[in-house]
């Protein structure tokens, strides 16, 4: 009987619908700290805990396996042989329960092994999650092509939703696109948009991409069909270097095809106060209007 390949469904940035790659053996202890280190706090904590249950009922099994191995414990309890293995792999140390045989000693001391191993694994861990240097970066929910200064431009918005400032700002607009070559082939391709600037001393509140969609656009004569039909992407790329975090930050966000706007303007968040102070009104951040008429 043939065997079939592994198959394994993930998700790649630029990419409009899932991808199916087959023959990659899975290796999941390999990348488990990856794994990890990567999930959000409401999938960790909740496997750091399983794991820490499912290794003392382990434990507690061995324990009841070894016969009558610790001293005042129930004969053939499983409650107590658990939490005996809790207090041992905690290093806690109660005084009602202790190892009474050399074969409960000796699982006893592997088990304050594997849990210091772990606890420093574990600190190690949460550590490095709180010590990541991430940018609350917020992005515009979609991306308009509108006229701006006399030309078709695609236009991106994005704020810095932190009160510290980043500084050495660079942004690069990508668009990724199935292409046919020469040959007949069709290959995904990335294209470089030119900005009207890329480049900023300091980033403190808003920002507006703008793309010219002149001559040398990869956008040109693009339509909303064209960009669905050629499956595109719009890849929006954030780096800077945060002064409170002492780090560079980078952000990212994409925009499929759908999520690209034609003949629609974002709202005006900027605005003048009573006291002539300026003002910046989020509850519009997202909002798009219809292009105004020229003239």
């Known amino acids: 009987m043939e065997r079939r390949p592994r198959q394994r469904r993930v998700s790649a940035f630029g990419v409009a619908r899932p991808v199916l790659t087959r023959g990659l053996g899975r ?18 904590l909740p496997s750091l805990a399983a794991a820490y249950v499912v290794v003392n009922a382990l434990f507690a099994l061995a324990y009841l396996a070894l016969g009558d191995a610790i001293e005042h414990a129930r004969p053939g309890s499983f409650a107590d042989a658990f939490f005996f293995s809790v207090q041992t792999m905690a290093t806690v140390g109660y005084g009602n329960l202790w190892p009474r045989t050399t074969a409960g000693n000796v699982l006893a001391t592997a088990e304050m092994i594997l849990g210091g191993m772990g606890l420093a694994l574990m600190t190690g ?16 929910d979609a991306a308009v092509i509108r ?3 006399g030309k078709r431009s695609l236009m991106v918005r ?15 607009v990508m668009l990724l696109a199935n292409d046919r070559t020469a040959e007949g082939d069709v290959v995904r391709r990335v294209f470089d ?24 656009s990869p956008l040109r004569g693009m339509d909303a069909a064209a960009l669905g039909a050629a ?20 952000a990212r966000h994409t925009y499929p095809a759908s999520r690209v706007l034609f003949g629609r303007r974002l709202a005006d968040v900027l605005g003048t106060g009573p006291g002539g102070e300026r003002t910046i009104d989020y509850r519009r951040f997202h909002e798009t209007e219809p292009e105004k008429d020229a003239g």
């Open 27 to 44: 290796r999941p202890l390999r990348d488990l700290y990856h794994f990890l280190l990567t999930s959000r706090w409401r999938v960790l």
């Open 125 to 140: 861990l949460v550590f490095a999650k709180f010590a990541r240097p991430t940018a609350r970066v917020l992005f515009s």
């Open 147 to 149: 006229t701006w200064e």
């Open 158 to 172: 994005m704020a810095n939703a932190r009160s510290s400032n980043i500084v050495e700002v660079h942004v690069a």
């Open 193 to 216: 948009l030119r900005l009207v600037r890329s480049q900023s001393a300091i980033f403190s509140l808003t920002w507006t991409a703008i793309h010219p969609i002149d001559e040398a």
């Open 231 to 250: 499956e595109a992407v719009i890849i929006v790329s954030l780096t800077g270097y945060d002064e409170n975090l002492s780090a560079t930050v980078h």
